[in-house]
């Protein structure tokens, strides 16, 4: 349930805060930023800014969802070129390498400094 806001308080105290908001939902966020919105993508990519490299197995066991789920939601970061995917052989077992790109750190930077200011905006 939400406090209620004393009377003499204007709802908004700052000018931007609105601005912020809205340049985020509606057009600031370019498409780049707006593929990682989906929750397994933003979670993939989550994972790896504090990764190095994260294989297949482990992403789907720190994300708890399926091999296609992870499977087509790694692709499409992929080919937006967030991730570089690396396959291999280990003992005649595939294994799969994720690492995130320079372009998805720059990206997945954008979204954070977006989120914060959001957030910030919303606290204020």
Do not use: W
């Amino acid at each position: 349930m939400a406090r209620p806001r004393p009377a003499d308080k204007p709802l908004l105290t700052h000018p931007r805060r609105l601005e912020l908001v809205a340049d985020h939902v509606s057009m600031g966020a370019d498409n780049d930023e707006r593929l990682i919105y989906d929750r397994l993508r933003l979670g993939i990519m989550s994972a790896l800014s504090v990764s190095e490299k994260m294989s297949f197995a482990e992403l789907k066991q720190l994300l708890n969802t399926t091999d296609g789920n992870l499977s087509t939601h790694a692709r499409k970061l992929e080919l937006a070129g967030f991730l570089s995917c690396r396959k291999r052989f280990s003992k005649r077992l595939p294994r799969t390498e994720y690492r995130m790109t320079a372009k998805g750190r720059r990206v997945f930077a954008r979204y954070l400094k977006h989120m914060e200011a959001l957030i910030q905006a919303a606290r204020d």
